[in-house]
């Protein structure tokens, strides 16, 4: 009986011993005794291969084998088990984590802890993460007693041993723990954690900062002004920037506990040596959680002093410091007075739009459309639109995509009319721009554009433009074109349709290019559903009925699936309904004697799906 099977003296899994054995592990799911053997012989096998299988089983072997001697074999077989070979490592700290229910619920949680222990100290940063993250998991459903008992005594060892893997893992276990304990151990806890905050290795100061966070959000209130703080300034003046970066989201975390007196006599300082930094990846950090660190510092003094900070960071020496607080200018413009604000904005944006990395001004392009409601109408378009103009102009094409993209900002300010006057003969320019993604953007932003100027302004400005979008070489952007003119006749309405777009479609059904003819038909079947019946009788139908017999096949097998479309519309009016016997069917049926394979197949399928909808 499998119940009866030992861990340690599986039998071979094809009976006897053979080189490089092979394991079959499909039957281990109905509990089949050779099966479950396979699994537990494979996870002594010399093939990584077969031992990441085992692992892959191994719920099925902790089923069979039950709770009690899981917790008692199987698990002690893992720990005692454990090789070097990292893949399987991480394999196994991943599945210990999800492990619980084959032990017996979060009651014997605490006999998975020993394994991961031994893995939170291996050399390999992955698998240590991988376990202290499966640890945090399993403390989420133990009870005080257990944590108190089991991982205390975890955390201690791993926070004094010799080898800095196991101190850097430890630093990630203190949070999870430290709600669960007695006031008294987490005194103990809070002394722990400051050993590693001084910790003579950057790699435990590094693992200490990182972790702070989690931890200062655990802690009282009082603890955050005694124990937080000191800790945290230790390691916002350590000398390696490699731990100095890494207090950033701490000291946000912080901020978020303090009241504004505290954050005034406790981190002032500290958080204006943070910002002129002389390592500039302190400095994109800073510049990264600007916002966050300057909104919880509730101090209006100090909000100023960050202002100033953040223009200064604007100017920096490195291109990641200016586009790292470039992705702040939302939440900048909310600091302090709009006025004082708009005033000292002005000359580092003028210097942004001209700097020299193109990142940097794809980044302004992307956000500066938020300031926009600070500015106000006046402000934007004597301020911003000629920035806005610039960058539009911009030679990297990412630049110009992004203040496409982020126009309906700048239209909900100042309005379309304004828009229109400063921008629309750059976006009209834009819409030949030889990078297809920016004729895109273009063309996706022409039906907000067309249905605040109306109808008279599009006919006059952008209706040709539109039209040539169809004959573009980019097929995305033919397509793109096709839902345009959707979007539009669902602005300006059918009989607008009917005047200005449709004979224009049509008559490229007669174009020698046969993609010109392909996109006719691509355009008239997105448009079908949104034109009245009579339209389709009167102007497609016809032009249609010339594409069924042009030389290229995939002309006449597009017509196929157009007529489909096209039936549902003709039947929504009795006077045009009769036209599927008369037309549709009749065309579909010379197309499914096409000689063409491809043709046959799609004319037979829109015969099909016409029929279905019959009915």
């Known amino acids: 009986m499998a119940e009866q099977m030992s861990i340690d003296s599986a039998p071979p899994a094809g009976g006897g011993p053979s080189p490089g054995p092979r394991y ?76 619980v229910q084959y032990v017996g619920g979060p009651k014997y949680a605490y006999v998975l802890l020993r394994p991961l222990e031994n893995l939170a100290a291996a050399e390999e940063t992955v698998v240590r993460e991988k376990a202290v993250e499966s640890i945090n998991k399993l403390v989420s459903g133990m009870d005080q007693l257990h944590v108190e008992e089991y991982l205390i005594p975890c955390i201690a060892r791993l926070s004094s041993g010799e080898w800095f893997t196991s101190r850097s893992s430890a630093a990630g276990l203190y949070a999870s723990a430290y709600g669960k304990v007695t006031d008294a151990i ?55 920037d490699s731990v100095r970066l890494l207090t950033v989201e701490p000291l946000v975390a912080i901020t978020k506990r303090l009241t504004t007196e505290e954050c005034k006599q ?10 002129v930094d002389k390592s500039w990846r302190v400095r994109y950090m800073v510049a990264d959680h600007f916002v966050s660190l300057a909104t919880n510092i509730k101090d209006a003094d100090l909000q100023e002093e960050l202002l100033n900070v953040a223009i200064s960071l604007m100017h920096d020496s490195e291109a990641e410091v200016r586009g790292a607080v470039c992705t702040q200018l939302d939440g900048l413009a909310g600091l302090g007075n709009s006025e004082a604000i708009v005033g000292r904005l002005q ?82 320019e834009l819409a030949e721009d030889k990078q297809w993604r920016v004729r895109l953007a273009i063309i996706e932003y022409v039906p907000l554009i067309a249905s605040q100027l109306g109808v008279q302004f599009f006919d006059e400005q952008l209706s040709s433009l539109c039209m040539s979008w169809l004959g573009d070489p980019v097929y995305s952007i033919r397509e793109a074109a096709t839902v345009n003119l959707k979007k539009l006749t669902e602005v300006f309405g059918v009989d607008w349709a009917r005047a200005t777009i ?47 017999n042009d030389p290229i096949p995939n002309i006449r097998f597009n017509v196929a699936k157009s007529l489909e479309p096209l039936t549902e519309v003709l039947r929504k009016s009795a ?36 029929g279905a909808m019959s009915a």
């Open 24 to 99: 079959d592990f499909e039957d281990a799911q109905s509990g089949d005794l050779g099966a479950l053997a396979a699994i537990a012989d494979a996870m002594k096998s010399d093939n990584l291969t077969d031992r990441l299988e085992s692992l892959k089983r191994l719920s099925v072997l902790a089923l069979a084998m039950g709770e009690e001697r899981t917790r008692e074999e199987l698990i002690p077989f893992l720990d005692e088990s454990i090789d070097d070979e990292d893949e399987l490592l991480l394999a196994l700290a991943e599945l210990l984590g999800d492990f």
């Open 186 to 240: 987490q005194s103990k806890l809070r002394a722990g954690y400051e050993a590693l905050c001084k910790d003579d290795m950057p790699m435990i100061r590094r693992a200490a900062a990182s972790n702070l966070k989690d931890v200062v959000e655990k802690i009282s209130d009082d603890h955050v002004v005694s124990f937080a703080i000191p800790n945290f300034r230790q390691l916002a003046e350590d000398d390696q």
């Open 266 to 275: 406790h981190l002032g300082a500290i958080v204006q040596s943070l910002c």
């Open 347 to 428: 000359a580092p944006l003028q210097e942004l739009v001209d700097d020299p990395s193109q990142h940097v001004r794809a980044t302004l392009a992307k956000h500066i459309g938020s300031l926009c409601r600070v500015f106000g109408k006046e402000g934007t378009i004597e301020h911003l639109l000629p920035l806005l103009l610039r960058l539009l102009k911009d030679s990297f094409p990412d630049v110009r995509l992004n203040i496409i993209s982020k126009l309906d900002a700048v239209d909900s300010v100042v309005g379309i009319d304004s828009l229109s006057q400063s921008l629309l003969p750059a976006i009209v």
């Open 502 to 548: 449709i004979p224009k479609i049509l008559i490229m059904a007669t174009h020698p290019n046969y993609l010109y003819r392909m996109t006719t038909i691509f355009a008239i079947t997105m448009i079908a559903p949104s034109v009245t019946p009579d339209i389709v009788r009167d102007m497609i139908l016809p032009s249609l009925e010339g594409l069924v």
């Open 575 to 610: 006077d045009t309904a009769q036209l599927e016997e008369s037309i549709i069917r009749p065309t579909l049926a010379r197309l499914e004697e096409d000689p063409d394979p491809d043709v046959r197949f799609f004319a037979h399928r829109s015969v099909t799906a016409i």
